[in-house]
């Protein structure tokens, strides 16, 4: 842990339900003393020299260099990533005024560190090291000499090429840049991805930069977690939207996996588009356990229920796979290596036009729903992670999604 001055930290900077500083305790207002997840305190770096990046395509920072501190013939800079994506945009350097074409880029290509310098000619090196995306931290440093340009990566093999002249870059975009663009990729076809990780320890011509500072610039960034694993964290009324128009048939096969907080809350629902409010399927937790819902009407539904021996088995701090079947009128659960629990309507199968199933178009939601949504349980948030969705054994990238609202990009913390 880091000693810091709490005043001196933004207040975006801080999950106030999450975060503990020295000095600083929050109490999480969902707080389940029976859950062991819930009484570890989340940690996070120093926010005043690490950013998160990703949870927006519009996410970036911009670090401002007087005059006599920008990029010219002769620089080095060094930072440090982690990530789980194989690919984004570490920073773009630009001159003063952004025109030109004269650029220096620094990205992961299919794991690996590229960096690009366009001046009188383009030339790119890119590192011997590659599996970078593999979470764990790792240092990055860039050394310009005149003619010649080296790129470093943690511990391994030098990689080098000859480097044209280059016009000062006195600004820099990291992990991503404006909606309005730069000169730098004018001409690509496909644009760099921006950078969905972490960042921290910017160090230019030997000297520390902090994201406090007044040449900084900060555009939908968050701060790091101390450590973190696969897996999207929802914050407090966070949810995602996997799409605004899926369209269920015969059989909806659902698999996930969920690290939670607490006893309660929606991990998916269904909800169908226009006037119609049936059929609804939902799976949520309830009181420590596993609920798989199906609703057909005002007055009718089926339930699929997982109860376990101990209470606070739901949020124990592990993960737990969750594998649900509807059909109308029928569903399956099966619960991590509990056996499969069902639930049967016999009445409304045999009145389901002849098997066509549900074939209903609607929206899908994920860890919580949006505001003016019914919920199906009085405790609709769900605090902590999922990961590996699945429908109908198809899986969608949480970018790919149709929504997000107030939850953390691969980044579950520890």
Known sequence: RFTLDSSAIPPQFLYPATVELPGIRYDRPYADHTCLSSQKVIEQEDPLKSLHFGDTSDTYALLSLDRSKSLRQHFNLTFQFRTFYPNGLFFVGVKHKSTGGHCLTCSLNDGRVMVSLMGERAVDLTSSATGLNDGGWHLVTIVKAEDKLFLYVDSSKVTQTKAPRMKPVSKIYIGGYPATGTDCFSNLILKPDYFKGCMREFVLNSMPYTFNDNNAFLHNVSPCFKEVQPGTFFKSGGYAIY?????????????????????????????????????????????????????????????????????????????????????????????????????????????????????????????????????PTKKSQFHGCIRNIAINRQRKDWTDMAYLSNIVLNACPL
């Not at 969920?258 to 588009?273: C, E, H, K, Q, V």
């Open 243 to 375: 799409s605004h128009n899926l369209t269920l048939g015969n059989l909806v096969e659902v698999a996930l996996d969920f690290r939670s907080d607490a006893r309660d809350g929606i991990l998916l629902s269904f909800i169908p588009n226009g006037s119609s409010e049936y059929p609804t399927f939902t799976i949520f937790l309830q009181n420590g356990q596993v609920v798989a819902k199906e609703t057909f009407n005002a007055v009718e539904s089926i339930e699929a229920r997982e109860v376990f021996s101990e209470s606070g088995y739901v949020c124990n701090g592990e993960w737990h796979s969750v594998k649900a079947n509807y059909e109308k009128g029928a569903i399956t659960l099966k619960v991590d290596s509990q056996s499969p629990k069902f639930a049967v309507d016999e009445t409304v199968m045999r009145s389901d036009n002849h098997g066509h199933g549900f074939y209903v178009s609607g929206s899908l939601y994920i860890g919580g729903l949006e505001d003016g949504a019914s919920p």
